[in-house]
């Protein structure tokens, strides 16, 4: 029931915040907020009553028999801290954007339903409804972007929509095929993992599913859309494509091709690791070379992001806990840091770094804020995402030296544009722009410290984080076991 | 169960960093001092009981595990512990730390409220870091440390906000270090992977019996981030830019702590090193170069601080000689009393620019000696120290180990003995200069100036501890395991003689004008060998300029590929703008890769539509509705709206469907 | 040739005279004229046919062409009637507003 919850709260809260925004003023947030909150609530519930087993949570039952389609839903540690981050960030999200006026009944129920649509990709194993929720996701983001985006925020939003329907399109032929030829027709995960596929169709098969998810991850070079999106996003929509939408093709990543494609994916690992190698630098360079803070910022994700895909492609223990980690440490960090992005730009009317400088004068609230998470991006030990980094080297260690050493380098990089970043923004004498900006108010400060919090407990007890993730990286691993030599 | 106090050595000054950085109870200046100040010092009372505890034999080495992370098959156990080495080191930081800290409260008086919070925050957390470094049992807990060092590091280097160049300094100390840092990691992972375990008690004997490739290489990513972090040749260049940070700063992290905590780390890991001989003959090699390089580098400095910055890395070159010829005792024993009158001389330099013209240029000092004469005095102890003044200075006794240590070791040993000695000579040479030119009777008179208790007493203890803690070097060799050497006499005087022969050398440099002048026009050894302009025109110009051509080029060839609108209407249109925006996206940066799949998308896109981009079947139709309209019009022209013609129509019609009629019934 | 071909021929006659009227005049009054003579053709087919076959519908069918022939005249009148009034004058070619 705690699942069916996760899905449905959310997505009907964004209908009754369209209602709810006729009788009265800002009562939309509230019943966004009291949405996310219930849905957070169950999930508590869910995980304080859930199994010991494989599952903490089990849910299956008939959709479309005649053809195969089940509500199939499915949670372990991995997904319950998914389904955490996503009601969160909606949470955080409502209230960072409480200046926002403007068609706003519209914009909470699309925050809503972005958390509703990524609960369900979290949470489905019946890949026809994976499918159907990864195609959904897309159009509240799209609303998110085109409609109260900044600037260029059409082109953006149709880059974003561009990349990422066609990257579901070999998602959707990859779960068709895989339908199709299964007898009797079913797409449920579990029952496909046992079907044996000859390897030029396990490759195939992989290669759509991975050209979704390497798209929304996003790794270079399919990694085109997301500085635009980020930067014309407005700051709630930068959250949620941070700290979610990234997170849900680190999620795919992470759970379906090593259950359904051990062998291509072993296949294909040293490629996988290649490609992650070059996101990590290439990221971490281009990063370096920017101008517009969340331009900077969103650089810095695809480089965080492609680690993912270097841990998920290593294939051994600590290269998949670091993997998991690392996009749990990626939600927490980049979202706090486009939030300050966005909160600056909503103060000085501007991203461009040349333009700011000197906040820790005028702002210092703002200013330690961003201490903190440029400690985090830059991999400090203590925060979770060093946890993540180092998890997936000493992993990378373990099978090829060469990727170890070029993530090694992004070490070094990420401090090069970690500094610009802070000394754009924090050091200086006070421009004119940032000359009059306040400081954090209650309703920024507070997400703040919360996110702050979870990167830092998470780095400084690194068990809870590890425990948790421990039975989907168990899971992950069995069958690329076996592969293994 | 009393392990566990060592946990709370570095927590005050963690608890003192959230307190002063999260500012919950909106302190004031006087709270913020008296913060700092407890929470700096509060290290030093707790560690001094254990660590004379622990000197004393009084108390075993101790291990308070913190957690345990069970990752598969492998147990990464959190640990701090106490053994001679970390009690010896802990005991030093909390001591020097604890002074510079008192010393700080009176020279950062001056500051703003915000800006006294910032720097005794970062002052605590700095704190914290090297302390839970030196404490570590573990090969994580000491990695956190010393990158929180580096972290702190950054922010205090570059504390002046307002000034881009100690920004610039800041940037290029964390960046560097960072590379060492890196390097540093991956022995330690390695390592981990090697013994399946991060305690350092198990790490290193694993690492010192590794046969395989793997054991040089691990030494060697141990050497890489000692240097780094210690500012070793090549990797010296950002400690003298880094004296743009105030002296509290340099005279704690640059000098006495952070910096000599590459020759900590070496000294942890001495086995490892030992075990891997070309490895420490490398580490002694490093080290005596930079010794060299650094001393004869100080010699031409015109300022005091980038002097002493030049000095500390020479200093600590000769503690990975000692390293690296196999005596890591005597090296530790060169931490202690180095720190000692490093950390010394820094805080003195500071009270001295302060009462003198101002500035911290040798030539400010002149006079200085009348104005500020116990801070000078420290400072000639510091310096006599520094110098190796024979048998009265603690400086002699512990350099004087590691030369001898050095001649007994071997053909090697022998060379680097040899320039050891030259680069002694110079040391005297470089560290008097300030006292002699601070001697010199001042250009303007001005009066005595007010030289604080809280920035003099600690200086004085300080002094009398560099004199003094000659004594203590032996005692303090043997506690570390290691056997004071014992060499020839004519080695013993030959380090003597270099030392006074330097001192002679330095009266002469400042008061000859002649040999002054050519000190004063050494312009490519006062840059360190202009490594720093190498550094740039080789790396760091490359990498921008490969960061600004990947990512701020125009994207022309996005049109080139893609070569939108000849003639073209509708959807090329469209693909125009497309094109526009893949050339060049709003906020104006490029990005190669990227584009290349929105032009190969354009490019597959128009591929698809140009071949039908005038729609063949479409045409048809259109062509079919087009006659459609045509025939209707021709058609209308049939209603004339007269009533005779329609009843004409009708007659004919009525006609024909008689004679229709007429036709059926023909049999 | 017999009675009722002659009276067939008559009609027919008298039908090809109305219908020419109709078509060949432009006056509404005359062409109201010539439709009564179409009228009488088949009217007098009608009752040469009842009369031939012995039968009484002949004459019945006479009937309702008579009535049928009134109200076309009522129907007529009215309309050039109108057209006087709109047009000035009875010329049913000027009335041609429903032109294509």
């Given at each position: 029931?705690?699942?069916?919850?996760?899905?449905?709260?959310?997505?009907?809260?964004?209908?009754?915040?369209?209602?709810?925004?006729?009788?009265?003023?800002?009562?939309?947030?509230?019943?966004?907020?009291?949405?996310?909150?219930?849905?957070?609530?169950?999930?508590?519930?869910?995980?304080?009553?859930?199994?010991?087993?494989?599952?903490?949570?089990?849910?299956?039952?008939?959709?479309?028999?005649?053809?195969?389609?089940?509500?199939?839903?499915?949670?372990?540690?991995?997904?319950?801290?998914?389904?955490?981050?996503?009601?969160?960030?909606?949470?955080?999200?409502?209230?960072?954007?409480?200046?926002?006026?403007?068609?706003?009944?519209?914009?909470?129920?699309?925050?809503?339903?972005?958390?509703?649509?990524?609960?369900?990709?979290?949470?489905?194993?019946?890949?026809?409804?994976?499918?159907?929720?990864?195609?959904?996701?897309?159009?509240?983001?799209?609303?998110?972007?085109?409609?109260?985006?900044?600037?260029?925020?059409?082109?953006?939003?149709?880059?974003?929509?561009?990349?990422?329907?066609?990257?579901?399109?070999?998602?959707?032929?990859?779960?068709?095929?895989?339908?199709?030829?299964?007898?009797?027709?079913?797409?449920?995960?579990?029952?496909?993992?046992?079907?044996?596929?000859?390897?030029?169709?396990?490759?195939?098969?992989?290669?759509?599913?991975?050209?979704?998810?390497?798209?929304?991850?996003?790794?270079?070079?399919?990694?085109?859309?997301?500085?635009?999106?980020?930067?014309?996003?407005?700051?709630?929509?930068?959250?949620?494509?941070?700290?979610?939408?990234?997170?849900?093709?680190?999620?795919?990543?992470?759970?379906?091709?090593?259950?359904?494609?051990?062998?291509?994916?072993?296949?294909?690992?040293?490629?996988?690791?290649?490609?992650?190698?070059?996101?990590?630098?290439?990221?971490?360079?281009?990063?370096?070379?920017?101008?517009?803070?969340?331009?900077?910022?969103?650089?810095?994700?695809?480089?965080?992001?492609?680690?993912?895909?270097?841990?998920?492609?290593?294939?051994?223990?600590?290269?998949?806990?670091?993997?998991?980690?690392?996009?749990?440490?990626?939600?927490?960090?980049?979202?706090?840091?486009?939030?300050?992005?966005?909160?600056?730009?909503?103060?000085?009317?501007?991203?461009?770094?040349?333009?700011?400088?000197?906040?820790?004068?005028?702002?210092?609230?703002?200013?330690?804020?961003?201490?903190?998470?440029?400690?985090?991006?830059?991999?400090?030990?203590?925060?979770?995402?060093?946890?993540?980094?180092?998890?997936?080297?000493?992993?990378?260690?373990?099978?090829?030296?060469?990727?170890?050493?070029?993530?090694?380098?992004?070490?070094?990089?990420?401090?090069?544009?970690?500094?610009?970043?802070?000394?754009?923004?924090?050091?200086?004498?006070?421009?004119?722009?940032?000359?009059?900006?306040?400081?954090?108010?209650?309703?920024?400060?507070?997400?703040?410290?919360?996110?702050?919090?979870?990167?830092?407990?998470?780095?400084?007890?690194?068990?809870?984080?590890?425990?948790?993730?421990?039975?989907?990286?168990?899971?992950?691993?069995?069958?690329?076991?076996?592969?293994?030599? | 169960?009393?392990?566990?106090?060592?946990?709370?050595?570095?927590?005050?000054?963690?608890?003192?960093?959230?307190?002063?950085?999260?500012?919950?109870?909106?302190?004031?200046?006087?709270?913020?001092?008296?913060?700092?100040?407890?929470?700096?010092?509060?290290?030093?009372?707790?560690?001094?009981?254990?660590?004379?505890?622990?000197?004393?034999?009084?108390?075993?080495?101790?291990?308070?595990?913190?957690?345990?992370?069970?990752?598969?098959?492998?147990?990464?156990?959190?640990?701090?512990?106490?053994?001679?080495?970390?009690?010896?080191?802990?005991?030093?930081?909390?001591?020097?730390?604890?002074?510079?800290?008192?010393?700080?409260?009176?020279?950062?008086?001056?500051?703003?409220?915000?800006?006294?919070?910032?720097?005794?925050?970062?002052?605590?957390?700095?704190?914290?870091?090297?302390?839970?470094?030196?404490?570590?049992?573990?090969?994580?807990?000491?990695?956190?440390?010393?990158?929180?060092?580096?972290?702190?590091?950054?922010?205090?280097?570059?504390?002046?906000?307002?000034?881009?160049?100690?920004?610039?300094?800041?940037?290029?100390?964390?960046?560097?270090?960072?590379?060492?840092?890196?390097?540093?990691?991956?022995?330690?992972?390695?390592?981990?992977?090697?013994?399946?375990?991060?305690?350092?008690?198990?790490?290193?004997?694993?690492?010192?019996?590794?046969?395989?490739?793997?054991?040089?290489?691990?030494?060697?990513?141990?050497?890489?981030?000692?240097?780094?972090?210690?500012a070793?040749f090549p990797?010296h260049t950002?400690l003298p830019t880094?004296?743009?940070?105030?002296?509290?700063?340099?005279?704690?992290?640059?000098?006495?702590?952070?910096?000599?905590?590459?020759?900590?780390?070496?000294?942890?890991?001495?086995?490892?090193?030992?075990?891997?001989?070309?490895?420490?003959?490398?580490?002694?090699?490093?080290?005596?170069v930079t010794a060299l390089f650094g001393a004869a580098s100080a010699v031409a400095q015109t300022d005091v601080?980038r002097l002493l910055a030049y000095s500390?890395i020479s200093?600590?070159g000769?503690?990975?000689?000692?390293?690296?010829?196999?005596?890591?005792?005597?090296?530790?024993?060169?931490?202690?009393?180095?720190?000692?009158?490093?950390?010394?001389?820094?805080?003195?330099?500071?009270?001295?620019?302060?009462?003198?013209?101002?500035?911290?240029s040798i030539?400010?000092?002149?006079?200085?000696?009348?104005?500020?004469?116990?801070?000078?005095?420290?400072?000639?102890?510091?310096?006599?120290?520094?110098?190796?003044?024979?048998?009265?200075?603690?400086?002699?006794?512990?350099?004087?180990?590691?030369?001898?240590?050095?001649?007994?070791?071997?053909?090697?040993?022998?060379?680097?003995?040899?320039v050891?000695?030259t680069a002694?000579a110079l040391t005297a040479v470089y560290a008097?200069r300030?006292?002699?030119?601070?001697?010199?009777?001042?250009?303007?008179?001005?009066?005595?100036?007010?030289?604080?208790?809280?920035?003099?007493?600690?200086?004085?203890?300080?002094?009398?501890?560099?004199?003094?803690?000659?004594?203590?070097?032996?005692?303090?060799?043997?506690?570390?395991?290691?056997?004071?050497?014992?060499?020839?006499?004519?080695?013993?005087?030959?380090?003597?003689?270099?030392?006074?022969?330097g001192?002679?050398g330095s009266?002469a440099v400042t008061?000859?004008?002649a040999l002054a002048g050519r000190v004063a026009r050494a312009r490519r050894l006062r840059a360190g060998l202009q490594m720093d302009a190498r550094?740039?025109?080789?790396?760091?110009?490359?990498?921008?300029?490969?960061?600004?051509?990947?990512?701020?080029?125009?994207?022309?060839?996005?049109?080139?590929?893609?070569?939108?609108?000849?003639?073209?209407?509708?959807?090329?249109?469209?693909?125009?703008?497309?094109?526009?925006?893949?050339?060049?996206?709003?906020?104006?940066?490029?990005?190669?890769?990227?584009?290349?799949?929105?032009?190969?998308?354009?490019?597959?896109?128009?591929?698809?539509?140009?071949?039908?981009?005038?729609?063949?079947?479409?045409?048809?139709?259109?062509?079919?509705?087009?006659?459609?309209?045509?025939?209707?019009?021709?058609?209308?022209?049939?209603?004339?709206?007269?009533?005779?013609?329609?009843?004409?129509?009708?007659?004919?019609?009525?006609?024909?469907?008689?004679?229709?009629?007429?036709?059926?019934?023909?049999? | 040739?017999?009675?009722?071909?002659?009276?067939?021929?008559?009609?027919?006659?008298?039908?090809?005279?109305?219908?020419?009227?109709?078509?060949?005049?432009?006056?509404?009054?005359?062409?109201?004229?010539?439709?009564?003579?179409?009228?009488?053709?088949?009217?007098?087919?009608?009752?040469?046919?009842?009369?031939?076959?012995?039968?009484?519908?002949?004459?019945?069918?006479?009937?309702?062409?008579?009535?049928?022939?009134?109200?076309?005249?009522?129907?007529?009148?009215?309309?050039?009637?109108?057209?006087?009034?709109?047009?000035?004058?009875?010329?049913?070619?000027?009335?041609?507003?429903?032109?294509?």
């Amino acid at each position: 029931m705690a699942l069916i919850a996760q899905l449905l709260l959310p997505f009907f809260g964004g209908f009754a915040a369209l209602l709810a925004a006729r009788t009265g003023r800002d009562r939309e947030r509230w019943v966004a907020i009291a949405a996310m909150a219930a849905t957070l609530a169950a999930l508590a519930a869910g995980v304080a009553l859930g199994d010991d087993g494989r599952w903490l949570a089990f849910y299956r039952a008939d959709w479309a028999p005649s053809f195969g389609i089940q509500v199939l839903l499915a949670m372990d540690g991995l997904t319950a801290a998914m389904l955490a981050i996503s009601s969160g960030l909606g949470i955080i999200s409502v209230f960072i954007s409480w200046h926002v006026t403007h068609r706003s009944a519209l914009f909470h129920a699309a925050i809503c339903w972005t958390v509703a649509a990524a609960n369900g990709v979290f949470l489905s194993f019946d890949l026809l409804i994976f499918a159907f929720f990864w195609e959904l996701m897309i159009v509240p983001a799209f609303l998110l972007i085109a409609l109260w985006g900044h600037g260029d925020r059409e082109a953006a939003a149709i880059k974003f929509l561009v990349f990422n329907a066609v990257a579901g399109l070999g998602l959707l032929a990859a779960v068709f095929w895989m339908g199709a030829t299964s007898d009797p027709v079913t797409f449920d995960a579990f029952a496909l993992a046992e079907t044996e596929y000859s390897e030029t169709a396990q490759i195939l098969l992989l290669l759509g599913f991975a050209l979704a998810f390497m798209v929304k991850l996003p790794v270079p070079p399919f990694h085109a859309w997301l500085p635009d999106a980020h930067t014309q996003a407005p700051t709630a929509g930068s959250i949620l494509l941070a700290g979610l939408l990234l997170k849900t093709g680190a999620y795919g990543l992470f759970r379906f091709p090593p259950m359904l494609f051990p062998d291509a994916l072993m296949a294909l690992a040293g490629w996988g690791m290649a490609l992650g190698a070059f996101g990590v630098v290439y990221g971490g360079i281009l990063a370096c070379g920017q101008t517009d803070a969340k331009r900077l910022v969103a650089y810095t994700s695809v480089a965080h992001m492609s680690i993912v895909l270097m841990g998920v492609c290593g294939g051994v223990h600590f290269a998949l806990i670091g993997a998991g980690v690392e996009m749990i440490a990626h939600a927490f960090s980049s979202s706090a840091l486009f939030l300050l992005i966005g909160a600056l730009q909503h103060r000085t009317g501007t991203r461009d770094l040349r333009e700011l400088g000197g906040l820790q004068k005028t702002a210092p609230a703002f200013a330690t804020s961003f201490a903190l998470f440029f400690a985090a991006a830059l991999a400090m030990p203590g925060t979770a995402n060093f946890l993540g980094e180092a998890l997936v080297i000493t992993g990378m260690f373990q099978v090829n030296w060469v990727f170890a050493a070029i993530a090694l380098v992004s070490l070094v990089v990420s401090v090069v544009y970690a500094t610009r970043l802070i000394g754009g923004i924090a050091f200086g004498a006070p421009k004119p722009a940032v000359e009059n900006a306040p400081d954090l108010h209650r309703y920024e400060l507070w997400p703040i410290a919360i996110l702050g919090l979870c990167a830092l407990v998470f780095g400084l007890f690194p068990q809870l984080l590890i425990g948790w993730l421990w039975t989907a990286v168990e899971a992950a691993l069995q069958p690329l076991i076996v592969v293994q030599p | 169960m009393l392990a566990y106090l060592l946990l709370l050595v570095p927590t005050p000054p963690l608890a003192g960093f959230v307190l002063l950085a999260l500012d919950p109870y909106r302190l004031d200046r006087r709270a913020v001092r008296a913060a700092a100040l407890v929470a700096g010092c509060a290290p030093l009372v707790v560690m001094a009981p254990m660590a004379l505890a622990h000197l004393t034999k009084f108390w075993g080495d101790q291990i308070a595990p913190i957690f345990t992370l069970h990752v598969g098959n492998y147990e990464v156990a959190l640990a701090v512990g106490l053994d001679t080495l970390s009690a010896v080191t802990a005991l030093t930081v909390t001591f020097v730390s604890a002074c510079v800290l008192i010393y700080a409260l009176d020279y950062m008086s001056g500051a703003r409220n915000a800006d006294l919070r910032r720097f005794f925050a970062l002052m605590n957390l700095f704190q914290a870091g090297m302390l839970s470094m030196v404490l570590a049992a573990d090969s994580i807990t000491f990695f956190l440390g010393w990158e929180l060092m580096g972290l702190c590091s950054f922010f205090l280097i570059s504390y002046n906000m307002t000034s881009p160049r100690a920004f610039a300094a800041g940037q290029k100390a964390f960046v560097i270090t960072r590379i060492a840092d890196a390097a540093l990691l991956a022995g330690l992972l390695l390592l981990f992977l090697e013994a399946g375990s991060v305690r350092l008690a198990e790490l290193i004997p694993a690492g010192a019996a590794l046969d395989t490739a793997r054991g040089p290489l691990i030494a060697a990513l141990l050497l890489v981030g000692a240097m780094g972090k210690s500012a070793q040749f090549p990797f010296h260049t950002w400690l003298p830019t880094a004296m743009a940070g105030p002296t509290p700063v340099s005279a704690l992290l640059h000098s006495a702590t952070m910096v000599a905590a590459g020759a900590v780390l070496l000294a942890r890991f001495a086995p490892v090193l030992a075990a891997n001989d070309s490895v420490a003959a490398a580490t002694a090699v490093a080290g005596v170069v930079t010794a060299l390089f650094g001393a004869a580098s100080a010699v031409a400095q015109t300022d005091v601080k980038r002097l002493l910055a030049y000095s500390s890395i020479s200093q600590i070159g000769y503690m990975l000689v000692a390293v690296g010829v196999g005596v890591p005792a005597v090296a530790m024993a060169h931490f202690v009393v180095h720190a000692l009158f490093k950390s010394l001389l820094f805080m003195a330099s500071g009270v001295l620019a302060h009462a003198g013209a101002g500035g911290t240029s040798i030539a400010a000092l002149r006079g200085t000696a009348r104005r500020a004469p116990i801070s000078f005095a420290a400072f000639a102890a510091g310096a006599a120290s520094l110098a190796g003044l024979p048998l009265v200075t603690a400086g002699w006794w512990s350099k004087e180990a590691i030369l001898a240590s050095a001649f007994e070791a071997g053909w090697l040993g022998l060379g680097v003995w040899a320039v050891g000695l030259t680069a002694a000579a110079l040391t005297a040479v470089y560290a008097f200069r300030p006292v002699f030119t601070a001697l010199r009777a001042p250009e303007t008179e001005t009066p005595r100036g007010r030289e604080s208790w809280l920035a003099v007493g600690p200086l004085v203890v300080l002094a009398v501890l560099a004199l003094a803690g000659g004594l203590g070097v032996k005692p303090l060799t043997e506690l570390l395991g290691g056997h004071p050497p014992h060499p020839a006499l004519w080695v013993e005087l030959a380090g003597a003689a270099a030392a006074l022969l330097g001192i002679a050398g330095s009266a002469a440099v400042t008061f000859l004008p002649a040999l002054a002048g050519r000190v004063a026009r050494a312009r490519r050894l006062r840059a360190g060998l202009q490594m720093d302009a190498r550094y740039y025109a080789l790396l760091v110009r490359p990498y921008r300029r490969f960061v600004r051509r990947l990512s701020g080029g125009r994207g022309e060839w996005v049109t080139r590929v893609v070569a939108p609108g000849r003639g073209t209407e509708g959807v090329e249109r469209e693909l125009e703008g497309a094109v526009r925006h893949a050339r060049q996206p709003e906020g104006a940066t490029s990005d190669p890769v990227g584009q290349a799949t929105v032009v190969l998308g354009l490019w597959v896109w128009r591929a698809l539509l140009l071949p039908f981009s005038p729609d063949r079947m479409d045409m048809a139709w259109m062509q079919g509705a087009r006659g459609i309209g045509r025939a209707a019009e021709r058609a209308r022209r049939l209603q004339t709206g007269r009533v005779r013609d329609y009843a004409l129509a009708l007659a004919l019609g009525l006609a024909a469907l008689l004679l229709i009629g007429w036709g059926m019934t023909w049999r | 040739m017999t009675g009722v071909s002659v009276l067939l021929a008559i009609a027919a006659g008298l039908f090809a005279a109305g219908l020419f009227g109709v078509l060949a005049r432009r006056t509404i009054l005359m062409q109201l004229i010539s439709l009564e003579i179409m009228l009488a053709g088949p009217a007098l087919a009608f009752v040469a046919a009842g009369a031939h076959h012995g039968m009484v519908e002949g004459t019945a069918m006479f009937l309702i062409v008579l009535a049928l022939a009134a109200a076309e005249v009522a129907l007529g009148l009215a309309i050039y009637l109108q057209l006087r009034r709109d047009a000035g004058d009875g010329d049913a070619d000027a009335a041609r507003r429903l032109r294509g």
